[in-house]
């Protein structure tokens, strides 16, 4: 017992000692925070003595300082966030740019893609029309050669008849000519200066006819060069047009082997070229008017074709210009002569044609023809006493 009282005892000085050490220490803890306490306001009492110890211009320079200072880091900054911003605006509106270009190139690339489609299908639309057309131009070509070469054939069956028709006359002629030889040679003595001058003109008539025959083989010959080259040229319209020329100059050479000899008076007609004057009878100046009428109506046809054939305005290239004899009879007027005068007439029918209009003559029953007045302007006839 004795012991055991011992052993509670320690424990409870021990106890006792352990709670003193513990409030010790705690006094000791506040004994240091209170004078820590008591150092920090000493040490802000003297600051605040310092400070007041201070002049007050000192203070202001150090505000105008610190003011300064913050004025100029204001500035700083807002030139920073000025720069921030035009580096932005910057990138922003090169990347617009960059996106618009690439917009441009695409929709460029986009258009050159359907241009080169629409030229591709237009390449295409006219490789197939160029066919068709050259089909077409072919076809035509082959019915042209196939009536040329008819009609050819036509004209010289109607020339081998009128060829045998003019032997079976000769033949018939042969005994008429027996018995009234006496009866001619009695009226030529009685009339004999007349059949003297009669048979001079026959004489010059005939040359004429022989040198419009010669002129007739080399126009034939240079006809058919022009035909090739028209068809080279695809020029169908005044291709058409020359061969309807040509079917009128034969049938026109047709008639003239049917023509005789009338004594239509002495010249009694003037007609004018250039400044000059030259006379002529009445067939001759029926001629020559019919010569300009007849070169009118052919020059429209040849101006209408090239219209039509979107060819230039050329009456000189015309089959009708060059060749400019039909009508022509080879009596009473020199060649030279009557081409003048046709083409005086064709050069205006040309120019009718060509622009579709009718300045220098008209339409009635079925064909052109020149005006009146300007017949008389080319020509200037008058009939002498």
């Known amino acids: 017992m004795a012991a055991l009282l011992l052993g509670a005892s320690d424990l409870a000085n021990a106890q006792g000692r352990r709670g003193r050490g513990e409030e010790r ?32 211009q000192q203070r202001s320079e150090q505000q105008a300082q610190q003011q300064q200072r913050w004025e100029q880091r204001r500035q700083e900054q807002q030139r920073d966030s000025q ?44 490789i197939r029309q160029s066919q068709e057309r050259e089909q077409r131009w072919q076809r035509q070509r082959e019915d042209q050669t196939r009536q040329s070469q008819e009609r050819e054939q036509q004209w010289q069956r109607q020339r081998q008849q009128q060829q045998n028709n003019r032997d079976w006359d000769r033949n018939r002629n042969n005994g008429n000519d027996r018995n009234n030889r006496d009866w001619d040679r009695n009226r ?74 009338n004594d239509y008076g002495p010249y009694n007609y003037r007609y004018r070229r250039g400044s000059s004057y030259y006379e002529t009878n009445r067939y001759g100046a029926e001629m020559l008017q019919r010569a300009i009428n007849d070169g009118y109506r052919e020059g429209y046809d040849a101006g209408q074709a090239d219209r039509q054939d979107g060819y230039g305005f050329s009456p000189e290239e015309a089959y009708g210009y060059q060749d400019a004899s039909y009508g022509y009879d080879a009596y009473y007027v020199d060649l030279s002569e009557y081409q003048h005068y046709f083409r005086e007439g064709f050069r205006r029918g040309y120019e009718d044609g060509y622009h579709s209009r009718s300045q220098y003559g008209r339409y009635s029953n079925g064909s052109y023809s020149i005006l009146g007045t300007i017949l008389e302007q080319i020509l200037g006839l008058q009939l002498l006493n």
């Open 83 to 126: 720069e921030r911003q035009q580096r932005w605006e910057q990138q922003r509106q090169q990347q617009q740019g960059n996106s618009q270009e690439r917009q441009q190139r695409w929709e460029q690339q986009r258009q050159q893609q359907q241009q080169s489609q629409r030229n591709e299908q237009q390449r295409q639309d006219q």
């Open 188 to 261: 030529n003595d009685r009339n004999g200066d007349n059949t003297g001058r009669q048979r001079n003109w026959q004489q010059e008539q005939q040359q004429r006819a022989e040198r419009y025959r010669q002129d007739s083989q080399r126009r034939q010959s240079y006809l058919y060069q022009r035909q090739r080259l028209l068809e080279q040229q695809r020029r169908l319209n005044q291709l058409r047009y020359q061969q309807r020329y040509l079917d009128r100059l034969r049938q026109d050479q047709l008639r003239l082997q049917q023509w005789r000899y």
């Open 25 to 56: 220490r705690q006094e000791n803890q506040a004994e240091r925070e209170q004078r820590q306490q008591e150092r920090q306001t000493r040490r802000e009492a003297r600051q605040e003595t310092r400070q007041a110890a201070q002049p007050q």
